[in-house]
């Protein structure tokens, strides 16, 4: 019996951004862990032989050591994604032209890089907004990934709220952070959206089903920084619902994933850091065997291949099978934006 397919995703934040979500000025030296991150990362998906669609943010495509580290990403069976220029969670209160910006900046300096187009965004905070997706469409990107249906996104919001720095104009427009009320009710499986013509698809960052709780690993490692083994129960019910459901996993991956709290001092506020790094990297090897077990992972590209093979296969067909196909470049834009916007 063929197994149900999942996709495994990482949207690769660097350290300033999250320095910047606490509101610390440091931010503005652009901190990174780009090359341990990588690093760490490849090390446990390589090991277990698991595909990544990674989401990669512009503003980190231009630092040599951050590129050669994202090169690295070349040793495992991956697919670069999107994920803005300067990782602004509130393009819902962007004007077009500085959503237009950030997309497209952004897919240049990937094309750039990695001789290859994107086909997936994902917004910062969860945050999509209708002028964000027609910007996609227009630019020939077959899905989005920013839909979170969380029952617990306000309570999310509110503790995000409650800790971070943020202050006057910013904070006003994190509010909307991970998504209004409305995104608990939001389907937690792919689909298409309605009257998208080509076909342009929603992959959500997927919740347990019936009670919407989240299942990211940032959440699963902070469960786990309680107790392994609560966190392990939590996990397998999930995946164990999931293939009753017929829900279509996509798990979300984050670089603190992989980092303990010997790692990075300045990062001790998120939730999860707490934990020693070889207690929390044999959490997630064993959550990402765990989901290995019962789905076939995939790259989000070919999640979506399985869900509508003739849009995949009309543009990416190669592409699917190896990443690095000069056919699929799209044409570069002609206006090089590389605005210095101030976050
Ligand atoms: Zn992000």
Redesign the pocket.
Known sequence: MNRPVASLSL???NRW?YLRAAGRDDWTKRPSYLPMAVDRIVDVLGELNLPLTV?L?GRDLTDEADCDAIRRFDSIHWEPAN??LN?L?WMHTMPPDQIEEEIATTEKRIINLLGIRPYGF?G??FSCPPEVLNVLQERGYLYDASSFPTSVAPIARWFFMLKTGLKGQQKDKAKQLYGGFGSMLKPNRPHRLQNSAPEFWEIPVSVMPLTRLPIHMSYLCYLASFSVTAAKMYFSSVVRLATLTGTPISLLL?PPDFFGHEDADDLSYLPGMSMARDDKIRFVRWALESLKGRFEVRRMINQLHSLAPETVSAITQADLKQHKSSEFHSPVPDRVVDAATTP
């Open positions: 949207d690769l934040d951004a989401f943010v994920h803005s990782h969670p994902r910062p905070g984050h």
